[in-house]
């Protein structure tokens, strides 16, 4: 099942604004790993200068400690986003988002056999994602509780510059997939939008289809 990009004007990254979402179906994502079950799903937008993500995920508790950008993320709790442009080439974006707001952002060169994250360039400006986190069913904090937390990413497409040949306009196609890794009680538990990757999540042959409307 693809993943449809409907379109809509720029917007700020704000709780409210998750009505600028409302086009837009929600997308569950399936466990693929571990025990716990917790609901969590999905939603994409674009305007004319990057794509928005609203994340609702159900849980127990902020399994998370890190408290700066650049960390390894992929350790705790935390949403992933990959993006690939271009079908053509083993390059895409893995994006990071942690319940705490902190972000990892790699673009990922894969041969087929291996891969490796590199950071982006002049990552300032036009070419800087975006991201809120928030909660009304607890506190996010370092080992707090907390039943439900959302959040909002925005990634431009300037960030893609090399490795896609334009912004996308109607029908472009691109390839991806959305992620969750939860760490409660220590126990891994891997959520999946498409779940034929299992959990190799950089199985770029088995991405989504990303159709731009």
């Keep these: 099942m693809s993943l449809i990009i409907r379109r809509q004007k720029d917007f700020a990254l704000l709780p409210e604004n998750e009505k600028c979402f409302e086009d837009a179906p929600w997308r ?5 790993e571990g025990k716990k079950d917790y609901r969590t799903r999905m939603k994409a937008v674009c305007s004319h200068r990057g794509l928005y993500f609203l994340f609702c995920c159900e849980d127990e508790k902020i399994s998370c400690t890190y408290q700066k950008d650049g960390e390894d993320l992929y350790r705790e709790d935390v949403l992933e986003i990959f993006l690939c442009p271009e079908e053509r080439y ?12 902190k972000e990892l952002v790699l673009m990922v060169f894969h041969n087929g056999v291996d891969f490796h994250g590199w950071l982006p360039f002049h990552y300032t400006g036009a070419r ?11 506190e996010i904090a370092p080992g707090a509780a907390c039943s439900l937390w959302y959040a909002m990413v925005y990634i431009p497409f300037a960030l893609f510059q090399g490795a896609a040949a334009e912004y996308p306009v109607e029908k472009t196609l ?9 760490t409660d009680g220590g126990e891994v538990s891997k959520y999946a939008l498409k779940t034929a990757c299992g959990t190799a999540f950089h199985d770029f042959e088995k991405f989504e289809e990303i159709i731009f409307e």
């Design 90 to 101: 083993p390059v895409y974006l893995e994006y990071e988002l942690s319940p705490l707001n």
């Design 174 to 182: 691109w390839k991806g997939n959305i992620f969750r890794i939860d």
């Design 28 to 32: 569950e994502l399936r466990r693929v």
């Design 128 to 138: 800087r994602a975006a991201h809120i986190t928030w909660s009304l069913a607890g």
